[in-house]
Every structure is written in structure tokens, then in C-alpha cells.
């Protein structure tokens, strides 16, 4: 967890104090099950809940396990503390650390979701609003980064918001995916405690049961999760290239909000840099590196080893902490996309006419040319305005191939840019549901 | 593709005649919309079907191909050839080679789904079998590779089960995930062709539209695809190195089938080895290395960039391939595995009652014995039982401090092993939804 | 392997005769040194030789494995059928299959790394010869995509010069890394063929004798080696990228070598498209993802499983056949990369003057301005350029602050190009050794 | 970053304050090698010296760079609030910031290395002992998890370390690939600062020129440190997979050192967990995770984009701690290694003489029986000790066609385990250089 790259909240729910808690409910919560299959006494079950409001001493648990070298067995004893040690006698009973730690593990990959889909529900607010401001903004399509046919700004805008979406999809099924709990003893057969216990905790903390579990929940489910982060995180870096690209100084169709007062480098002012997105390709790199790590931890021995958890320490903080800040800071970037639209005329028009050749093509196919003959004969005129600049209309107009084929007033009707955008409110319609 | 890695159907999706077939039908049903639109005349789009049963000739596209040097071009000259030049001369009339390329990817992708859905089915057929089997197969259950609490070996085919059965789910979504189409022109906008041209082909290939694409159908989509993979690979690792485990000369809990005519090794004609599970775990391997380059496709360059595509040339079967063999390679692992029920008793006596030394540590707690002092008593026998391989309940018997709080009917009764079993049928119930 | 992506001398390598060569090599030498030793009578080593000139029938290979389901034994089976069941008894005596695999195996790296090192020469030729063409053709340096200073073509070339200088180090290590052999038996202790063996094998075939293996060589020596493998691709990708952006329409700098015959889409015939770079990125991610698999490979248990092989079955010819053909692919668009020196000016002006931004910063605090006072100066007039495109050089003279503390002299002597490239000697000195 | 698995001379070297002491350094040097070559007053460059052994107050600096949002000027701003602003006033000319970063982070990731070899020394040291301290300790070889041939607990001990060996030298050469300082401006050219600046500042701080730097130093060389760190990782993990395997239950061959007062688990108090290899394993997987940003990260645009900055954050201190803390780990994981040489014997004969059916079938070949008809031979004996447990020796006495071929006393010899120790001595020779 790098704090440049943080947000409170999200590192809120990593903090020692925010897993004691949950840990501390969980131990609750299976108290009063058992309370109530009978097990231990109730008043035991109720004592549990004196630390209810407790803030429980981190520093003081710390201490505990450096003797102890077990951190629920530390935990516990602490709890006892507040507690009452003979009060805290039945809590934990029957059940093996797993179940804690695990529960409380999905739960703060749970939240960790919840915050990363409301990150997502701003970005795409951000994305639609951009995207209908801009919906008419023309602006050159390209393919290999070559000029190919004019297409909006509000396009690429909507189409973000589409990948989006279906991300925003993936984020919900991540976190379904690892919404459960378990209580299910040392090797998973609630042999010493009863699969009721797991169902009421699970109710309680809006987990469903693990149908199966061993002693530990099965990480092919978090190997699901992270692979879903490592998508977002992809799509993110989708976003931020294509501004980096609009940036460049040769084409400069957008740029990342600019305050006069930031220095852009240490020596040249002027330099307005795509630092924002640039930087969002690299936290797109840091949560995609989670995956195959997660990936590997779904193979553990038997009823489980302890390999992954060190990747989890690790891999959870840092995969979720990094891609709400890259969401964030995404969405803020979206929000104030400085954009040019003057740039993208010129652009446009940087060999004046010659984007317009798809249809000149087509045109000439459909008026009985062949297509080798119309490939040739825009082809011609196409590397003239390339290679001098002159103007792809006038050329078409004076090439009497052309011409046998084609009017002038069908030469003319071929540039016209509203050919390009007819279906942009198609598109919006299918992507908004309005246009 | 590795051939002895491969299954004829899964490679029959992959082969140039596929592609091209997949081509013809993606332009043949484009022509019959343009018909409908009156875009272009209806005896052409007819004309289009007199190649519905031809064999294209893959050799002739590729000499035509070496030429043109594109690979589109070429397979509508070649298609020219059957149609009649003059008949052929609306096909593809305001596609882009895309239309055809990553419409036909799509379709191919949802082919492969649709082959490793059928795989995970049979999958999960053999594991249930397996599972009712040995639901009351004792066995030791383990952490960290050491005996912890004895459970069944039919529990262990139901989590193999269930993961199988999420994995089902996960391969599900992928196909949702890529069965989409497009055919939308250069850069997405439908300025040359009708939106309705993409509709109909869709509908007639059992494709959703694209919402909005650009030249092509964007990569998140197939991130997610290959990321599903990954996860199934994973699970399949899960389940190989559980077998590797179990059959090792010192574990013998059960053993691949080996047929007596097969050479174990070229020198040691007693072996048993893990070989295709261990091939299994190699092949999982394989199949997650597609994840991370499916990932970086997706940031593509403007409206497309090219560079995904020589990628997809080789994940894209290679990825579907190595899974569908490797799905049936398990099956047919887990539908004949050697399971060996009499060592599994044997090794869970290896250190006689240690097993069973949690129960007796909640016994003395519910008795009154403080968790610590619980805990030192089960210990210190526990260690002799660990040292010299004595009886762990006669060790209990003979030891005063515990004698002094469990009568040694209590003590005999922890002993019992239908204690870690008597919620198999609950388990069993949650995961098949029978018992 | 992608056949359009592969060149014949890798896949020869690859090839079942070129394997099964090597075995016959290695079966042969270890009979003549356990002659040398009298372990078997020296005409049998002898009449092993007899199949020196034998092009093994692959396809009966193949047959008898079918039957034997071992590869090795199968092609002792097909030696004998050669050289005599009765000659050939002594062949593979006392040895194990690995010892053939292996050191097989790692002879098609070191041939495969033989090629990859000329391929890097030849890359070095290239770019070494383009470096001194364009040593002084003036290009305007990026940082974030930005214009920043003067720089020359040259510089470029001579940097993916030194990065590939480095690759060829590299590759030269990563060749020493897996050239060596093992001839020790089942689990490496050779009880049943002597060391000398092994020692002979090896000197014959140009490796190096593993100091200690088990059955197999191990695979830390593989990690290394498609490691490096992974490091060079990320340079042909950091090369690729730098021409992608050079061709695109607005930058224009440079475009790969484009035949007038070579139709460059479908539909825009006048678009030339940097389609073997953008491939050339995509085959880098292809490179690199065997270097996790390979890594994963490293963790084998006990003295062997075999779980690595399948991985190598793909990663082995996958990995080095992309790699040679993306060396000579790239080796191809630097020899002929068109280069245009008049838009490296063109854009280097697009912001007149504001590229020496940096220079006059520097005068202003040599005159005595003050850090920040001088970066105010600076960025107030390098902003007006970027927002109207006005000359910088004209506005610092017309700006009172700014000739206050430099002479109109002054100020011009800052916008002397020649001031950018006066180190360009040094650095051709440190790169090439020479300028 | 994880702080239980971190070590202080690790973390030390990645905390703000170093990476200050370091710029200054980089800065003050500069100044020297600068007033050498008359470009700055000799008495300005002495000046800042004069915070040669100031404690720079990170607080402030960050505060600085709240408002400045640049960090190099903050630092600047800050030192010269130490050395008097008109002091001051000349550091730092003409370079800019990545002259700085790039050279403090390859200086951060010499000295990591140099940590990382002294631990890697420790780990040789450690090996060794333990090597040659079971150098004749015998112990069944295995391939597949099955039984093989006799081998030695020494000889598993001497593999590790000449893998780790191998690792010694490949962290050397990354140390080597990344001890590159640079200070060339703003895109390499040397402009603005003359290249015997760099000279000067390489040579004081241990470094060798960038023979040719853009704005930054090449990363080929990071992604090349990182793939040598995760190769190291990788055996890591193989040495941990091997502790895993000889600990387990059934095994037992070794375990991790168990101080009595530990708690295994919560619950299962005889249980003595490997925790600490499995933890290892994990650790690997997490150092291995930087290798891919890393080698995204050499594809930079043009002189340089900042998208490898936030990954270097991360995985700079990341990988590095936790590599360290690994190796140290490891380091006390094999000195205290608790061997059990009873337990191996006792698991060698598991299946009483089976081991030795290579020998025997050896032997049946080289007394004339056919390789197919030995073959046949051993499998029957074998597969009867195999499903019986009764003795290999015996059984082959009792075979008349055994017997047949080999006298009583010949297929007595067989059975002496000496014969599989014979080389040792000549590995270790190989190996350690002594035997």
C-alpha cells in the first residue's frame, strides 16, 4: 500500500482495529447461536456483547501475540480482558481460527466491493455526462493510430461507459462471489460445532454459508475476485492511453485538467504532462500483478496450507486500496478532461479530404467500377494528398476515371460529415437507453 | 497447440475451414439484410448461398492471400470464385475486415465455451458419482500436510464438486461475456453500413449485437473470458495436487488407474506415478498464462490497434484446447481413481487417537478446565503419542490431571468417529441438494 | 507455435527428427564412454554408430510409443530395429529417461539461444548502421508525450542500440545457463552409470555437466533462461512502441517500409498502417508469458515430478520461435524504416521556439533571476506560444522582465539547435566505441 | 510492504530519508564536478556540503511538496533552507529530476542487492553445513512422490545450494544490471550539463555511467533485476515444497524447528505446522509478482513516460523486503532444520527392498536376459511387494526365471545400499569443491 495511492476509506477497512471488530462480531454472533442451540449458557453469549463499543487495544493484542505467536488466540485473550475471563470461557468454542479469519476476510473483500462498485457508479456518471456533451463533437477515427474514418468524441466517451458497465457487472459478480462465511470447524465437518452456528453469523453479517468448506473457504473464489480486479484495472488503462494518446503535443485533443500554479517538471513550465493517466497505466500494471498470485493460491494441500495468506496480506490491501484510488482519480480526470474540439477539426483535416476515401470507394463499387479499379483509383489520388498536402476533393474532381463513374455533385455529397455521425443516436440509445 | 494435448472437436473450431465457413456465413447473412434494406439487389444476396455447401479450398485462399497480403480480401476473392465475379460484387459491401474478423473470434470463442461447458458438466457427473460412493469413507483430514480432525473422502469429491459447479457458473458468464458480434464499419459509427445489417447477422448466429464497438469488439471482453479460464485451470490444479498427494508411496489413499500392460518408467516397473495429474498441473499452467496477455489486449490504440490480434492467434486456441483436454483428462482421472479406504484408516492410526486430541481439549474446557490449562494437558500427551507412537486415550487415562475432570466413560466416548461425520448428510444436502 | 509467426531454422529445432537425433547422439556417446570404461563391449558402442546416417522414421516412433506409452523406450526400440536387437542391448544401460530428455531438451535451447544471439546481431547491425545515418537528424525529444528538447534519430537508434547490446549479453548468459547435460540416473546419484559418462556425453556435445542433479537438471537453470527471454521481448515491444507512435498520421515521423502493391486495409487504400510493429507488441506479450510458467516450473518435488514437461512441450518451441521471428521482423522494419527528417522539423516547430524553454530558464538563473522567478518568467510566455502559436523567441524580447536580465544576443544564442547535439559524439563514443 | 515480513536494513534503505541523503548526495556531488569545470562558483558547490550531516526533516519536505506538487523541488526548497537560498542557488543546474530519481533508485536497488547477496551468502553457509552434517544420512530418492532409488539427505542439501549457488551469481549480475547512475537532462542529451557531471557523481557513489539515458535510465535493466528476483523466489519456494513434503504426517522425514512453547493452532496442540515453508511459499509468489510490471514497464514513450513510476513504488521496497526477509527466513529454517534419519530408513522400507528393482533389473539384462523379459521379471516380483508388503529379496530368490539368471548371492548384492552412495563424494567434490 503506497499512501499517494490510497484513500481513507478503503484503507480504512484493512486497518488492524477494523479486522478486530469484525472478528469480534463474528465470535458474538456465534455465541448467541450456540446460546440459543443450547450449547453454552446465554449468559455467557450476552457477556460477549459488553465489548460491543469497545475500541479494542491493537498495540495491546500485538503484544499479546508476540508471546503467544497466534493472533486469535491473542485476540481472545484480549477479549477475555474486557470481558471477563470466566464470562469469555465459552467464546471461540468448538471452533478453529479459519473460521474467523476467513469470515472476516470475505467480509472486508466485501466492503472493499461495495466501495469499488460505488467507484464505478461515479465514474460512469462522470462518462455519460461527458459523453453527451460531447456526442456531436467530431473527431477523426483511427485505426493503428492512423487517420480512418471522422467519428464524436461523444463515441469514445460512450464506449467507455459501456466497458464500464460491463465492468461495473463484473464487480457485483466479484463480490457475490465472495459474500460467504464459514464456521466449520478444524477440517471443515462442524464436528464440534453445529452448521447452524455458520447460517446465523452468515445471516447476521450478510454472508451466505459456504456450502462446503475445509478449514478454510475455497480460494477459487478469490482468485475470481482478483481476476474481476485485474479486468477493471485493464479497462482503466484502456481510458487512460487513449487521453495520454489525445495529449501528445502533435495532437492535442484533450488534456488533463491543468491548475497554472502546478509546475509540470522541474524545468519546463509549459509542459502540460498526462501525468494522471500516465500514472493510471502503472496502477493498472500494480493490480493486474494480483491475479496470478491469487491464482496460484487456489491449489492449497489437503484441507489447506498457509501459503496464501501471505499473499493476501498483501494482495488485499494493495489490489483493492490502488484500484479505488485509480477509479477515483479516473473519474476526476474525466470529470475535468479538458477537451478541444478546434484541435480535432484540424486535425481532421490534416490531409484535407483524405478520410473521406472509404466512401469515395464504396461509391465507385456501387456506381459498377470494380472493386480492384475503385481500390486503384482512390488509392491514386489518396497518396497524392498524402504525400503533398493538396486537397482529396479537387483531386477526384479532376481525375476523368473518376468522373466517368461518379458526378461532381456525387463527388461533392461524399464529404459530407453527417454521413458519419446518422447513427450516433442508435448508438447512445443502445448504450444509455436514451440518446 | 500441443496435439497430445488436444481433443478433435476443440481443434475442429480452430482450423482455417471453420474460419471460413464462419466468414461465409457472416457475409451471407449481411447480404440477405442489405436485401432487405434494398441497400443492395436481392439475387446477389441470393447468389451469395450457391456457396452454402462448398468446401472452400484453404490452400487456393492462402495462395491468393501471399499475394494480396490480406487475409479478408483474399477469402472474398476465393468466395468471388464460386459465386460468380459479378454476383459477388455486393459482398461486404461497407464491412470492414473486422466485422468479419472479431465477429468470427466471438463465435469461435462461444463454440469453445459451449465444448468446455459440456466438459465441466461430465466433470462434475463423475465427482458426484464419486462423492455418494465414499461419502462414508473415513479419512484423515489435514492442515499443513499434518493430521488434523478424520473426515470423508466423499467430502473431499463434494468441495471438488462445488468448486466445479462455480466454475460451471464462471464459464457461463464467459460465454455470455464474448457472444457478441459486430458489424459497424471502420471505426464503429455504421456511417457505410446499417445498424439493422448487425442486428440480423447476430440474430441468425445466436449473437447479442455490440452495443457499441469501434473497428473492433473491445478486449475486456476477452479478458474476462481467459480470466474465467484461469480460474477454472486453477481449480483443476486444485484437484490434481489432492491426487498427487494421495497417491505418494508414504500416503497411498489412492491412485490413478494404471493398466498392468503400461511401463511406469523406463526402469522401475513397480511405479505408480501421478503422471496425469501431474500433467494436469503443467496444464494448468499453461492455460493461466494466457490471463495476463488477454489482459494487456485491452488497452488498445484509439479505435483498434492491431497488436491483440497475433495474441489471440495463440491463446485463443491454445488456451480453449489445453483446457477442454485437461477437463476431460480429469474426468477420466476421477471417474477410475484407485481409492484405497484401508490405508486411509491405517494412516489416520499412524499416531493411534492423536486425532482426536481437539474433542478431548473442548471436553476438558466444557468440563471447567481453563483454555490454557486445557490445552497443556492435551499437549503433553499428545507429545508422547507424537514420540514413541503409544495410544493417545490410554496416555488420557493414566494422567490424573485429566482423570480429575473427564470420567473415563467421557474420555472413551471422545474416541468415537462417528462424532466428525454426523453432519455429512447436512453438507451433502447443501452441495447436491440430496444426501 | 503460429506458423506465420516462425521461421524454419527454430522449427527445425523443434521438429521430432531433430529431437530424436539428439537422443541417438547422446545414447551413442554414452555407450562409446561406458566402453572407455569397460562397462559394455566396445563393439556394441560401435555398432550403436551404425545409425549415424539414419533419418529416423518418426512416424514408426510414434507407432511403438502408441504401444509402449514411453517415448524413450520407443525410440530404443526403433534404434534396435537399426542397429540390431542384439548390438543394441547395451544402449540406455543403466541411464534413465530424463537423462536423455533433459540433456536433449537443453541442447535445443542452446541451438535455439545460437540463433537468437545471430538474430540480435543482426539486429545490432541494423541499428547501428541507422544510428550513424541519422546521428544528426534533428527530432524533438517527448517526455509524457510532450514535446521537451532537441534530440537527433540518431540518439534513438543508438539507444535501442545499447538496450539490445545489453539483450545480447543476456542472451549469451541465458544461453551458458542451460547448456548443460545430465547422465546420473534415477534420482541423480549415479548408482548405476559413472560420472565419466556423463563427463563424456557432455564433452562431446558442447555442454557443461550438471555439478548436481536429480532426474533431472533443475529447472531454476529454465526460469533464467525464458526470463531473459521475457527481458529481451519487453525491448522489441519498447522499440515497436517507439515507431507506432512515429507513423501515426499526426506525428508522421518515420513509417515502416510500405510496398505500393500492399493493400494496407479492406476500405482505405491510402492508409499505411505500422502493422508489423503493432504485431511485434503483441508477439512481446506472447514471449513473455512463458517467463511465469517457467518460474512456476522451478518447484518440482522431491527428485522430480513432472509437471514442468508439459509446459516446455509448449514453452520450449512457443517462446523461441516468436522470438526469432520478432528479432528478425524488427531487424527488417529497422533496415528499412523510412524515416522523414522534414516532419521531425515540422513538428519540432509546431509550437515555435517553446522547445528551448528549458535553456532560457537556465540563462535567467545564470543571469541571477531567482529559481522561481525565472520559472514564472518562462512559463508566462511559453503559455501565450501554446495557446496562439506565436514565436517564443519574439515574446521573450518583447518581455521587459525577461530583457532585463538577458540581452536580445543573449536570448537568440538560446535557440541554436547546435547547442542539443554538441554531446552527440561522446555518446556514439560511449555506445559504439566510436562517432 | 508487510511489516512481518520485513526486516529494518531492508525497509531502511526504502524510507524517505534515505532517498533524501541520497539526493543530496547526487546534488552535492554534482555541484563539485560542476565547480571543476567552472560552470558554478567553487564557494556555492563547498556550501552545500555544509548539509552534509543535516537530518532533513521529511515532514517538511512533504509539506514543500503539497504546494509545489513536485518532489524534487520540494527537496531543493528544503535544502536550501539548510545551505542559505543564495548558496543554493546553483544546485541542481541544468539537471533534472529524473537525474536524480533514476539514479536514487538504481543506488536503492545496489544496496538492496547487496543485502540480498550477503543473505544469499548466509543461506550457502547454512546449506552447506547442513550438507555435509547428513552427507552419508540415507534416504529414499523419489520421482512423482513415489519411491525411486536410495539417495541422501546430504545430496538434497548440496542441490539447494548449488541452486542457490547459481542464485548467488545471477544477483550479482542484476546488481551489476542496475548500478547505473545518470545525469543527462532533460531527454539525454546533455545539453544543459556537461557528461563529465555524471562521470563525477557515478564515480563517488559506486556507479557506472548510463552509456546513453534518455530522461531516464533504461529499464531493460529493472525488469532484468526484478525476472533475477523472482527466479530466486522460485527456488526459494522449491526448497520450501521439499520442508512441506518431508514434514507431513505421514512423512515426517523432517521438520521445522518447534519450540515447546509455541501453539500450533488453536485447537490442535501436537499439530507441528511447517508454517514457516509454507509461508515461504507465499513469499515466492509475491516477489515473483513484480517480474511482469517490471518488464511492462521497459516500453516507455519516447524519452520517457512516468507509468513505470507508481509500479516502482511498489515493487522496488516490495519485492526487495520481502525477498530479504525470505531468504533470511529460509536461512533459519535449514540451520535449525530437525532431521530424522530413523524416520527414513523406516520410510524406505515401506515396501521391504522394492527399491532396488533397478539394480535387479540391470543386473537380469547384463546377465543376458532380454530388456523386455527383465522388465516382465521385476514387475511381477515388484507388484507382489507392492500389494503385499512382503520382501522384494525374497520373492526374486523364490522366481525360478530369477534365479535362473542370477545366483542367491549375485541378487544379494543388489541389495546393498553402499552401492547408491558410491558417487557422493564425487558430487560434493563437484559442488563444494571438497568432498
Redesign the interface.
Known amino acids: 500500500m503506497?499512501p499517494?495511492?490510497s484513500r481513507p476509506d478503503m484503507v480504512a477497512i484493512w486497518e488492524p482495529a477494523t479486522k478486530f471488530r469484525i472478528w469480534f462480531e463474528i465470535e458474538a454472533h456465534a455465541c448467541d447461536a450456540m446460546a440459543d442451540l443450547g450449547v453454552i449458557p446465554r449468559e455467557n453469549a450476552q457477556a460477549v456483547w459488553k465489548a460491543k463499543d469497545v475500541e479494542f487495544n491493537v498495540a495491546r493484542i500485538d503484544e499479546i501475540e508476540a508471546e503467544?505467536?497466534?493472533d486469535?488466540?491473542a485476540f481472545l485473550t484480549h477479549l477475555a480482558e474486557h470481558v471477563g475471563?470466566d464470562e469469555a470461557?465459552f467464546v471461540?468454542?468448538?471452533m478453529?481460527?479459519s473460521d474467523v479469519l476467513d469470515t472476516c476476510f470475505n467480509i472486508q473483500l466485501t466492503r472493499a466491493a461495495d466501495i469499488l462498485i460505488a467507484d464505478m457508479e461515479g465514474l460512469l456518471a462522470a462518462l455519460k455526462r461527458r459523453a453527451f456533451e460531447h456526442k456531436d463533437t467530431l473527431r477523426?477515427?483511427?485505426?493503428?493510430?492512423?487517420?480512418?474514418?471522422?467519428?464524436t468524441m461523444g463515441?469514445t466517451f460512450?464506449?467507455f461507459y459501456?466497458?464500464m458497465q460491463?465492468?461495473l457487472r463484473?464487480l457485483h459478480?466479484a463480490r457475490e462471489?465472495i459474500a460467504t462465511g464459514a464456521i466449520s470447524?478444524?477440517?471443515?465437518?462442524?464436528?464440534?460445532v453445529d452448521?447452524r452456528v455458520e447460517e446465523h453469523v452468515c445471516a447476521q453479517l450478510g454472508l451466505t454459508?459456504e456450502?462446503?468448506?475445509?478449514?478454510v473457504i475455497?480460494?477459487?473464489?478469490h482468485?475470481?475476485f482478483f481476476?474481476?480486479l485485474?479486468?477493471v484495472?485493464?479497462?482503466i488503462?484502456?481510458v487512460?492511453?487513449?487521453i495520454?494518446?489525445m495529449?501528445?503535443?502533435?495532437?492535442l485533443e484533450a488534456a488533463e485538467f491543468f491548475s497554472m500554479g502546478?509546475?509540470g517538471?522541474?524545468?519546463?513550465?509549459?509542459?502540460?504532462?498526462?501525468?494522471l493517466t500516465?500514472?493510471l497505466?502503472?496502477?493498472?500494471?500494480?493490480v493486474?500483478?494480483?491475479?496470478?498470485?491469487a491464482?496460484?493460491?487456489?491449489?492449497?494441500?489437503?484441507?489447506?496450507?498457509?501459503?496464501?495468506?501471505?499473499?493476501e496480506?498483501?494482495?488485499g490491501p494493495?489490489a483493492t486500496i490502488t484500484l479505488d484510488f485509480a477509479l477515483a482519480r479516473l473519474t476526476n480526470v474525466i470529470d475535468k478532461l479538458l477537451v478541444y474540439p478546434d484541435n480535432m477539426m484540424a486535425?481532421m483535416n490534416?490531409?484535407p479530404g483524405?478520410v473521406m476515401?472509404?466512401?469515395v470507394?464504396?461509391a465507385l463499387?456501387?456506381a459498377g467500377v470494380?472493386?480492384e479499379d475503385a481500390?486503384r483509383l482512390?488509392?491514386r489520388n489518396?497518396?497524392k494528398?498524402?504525400e503533398t498536402g493538396c486537397d482529396f476533393k479537387t483531386e477526384l474532381l479532376n481525375d476523368a476515371e473518376v468522373t466517368a463513374a461518379l458526378s461532381p455533385a456525387e463527388i461533392a455529397e461524399k464529404f459530407d460529415l453527417g454521413?458519419?455521425?446518422?447513427?450516433?443516436n442508435?448508438?447512445f440509445a443502445?448504450?444509455f437507453g436514451e440518446s
Open positions: 503506497i499517494r495511492y503467544t505467536k497466534h486469535v488466540i475471563s470461557r471461540h468454542q468448538g478453529t481460527s477523426i477515427g483511427r485505426s493503428h493510430g492512423i487517420h480512418a474514418e471522422p467519428t463515441l460512450a464506449r459501456a466497458e460491463r465492468n463484473r459478480t462471489e470447524g478444524a477440517v471443515g465437518t462442524f464436528a464440534n452448521p454459508p456450502p462446503i468448506s475445509t478449514q475455497p480460494r477459487d473464489r482468485a475470481a481476476a474481476a485485474g479486468v484495472a485493464s479497462s488503462e484502456n487512460a492511453i487513449e495520454r494518446h495529449q501528445r503535443t502533435e495532437v502546478q509546475k517538471s522541474s524545468a519546463m513550465p509549459h509542459k502540460k504532462n498526462p501525468v500516465e500514472n497505466t502503472g496502477l493498472a500494471r500494480l493486474r500483478m494480483a491475479v496470478v498470485p491464482m496460484e493460491n487456489v491449489a492449497l494441500w489437503h484441507e489447506r496450507d498457509i501459503s496464501h495468506s501471505s499473499v496480506r498483501m494482495i494493495d486535425n490534416k490531409f483524405l476515401s472509404q466512401r470507394l464504396l463499387t456501387q470494380s472493386r481500390y482512390v488509392q489518396a497518396l494528398v498524402w454521413y458519419h455521425t446518422k447513427h450516433v442508435t448508438i443502445r448504450v
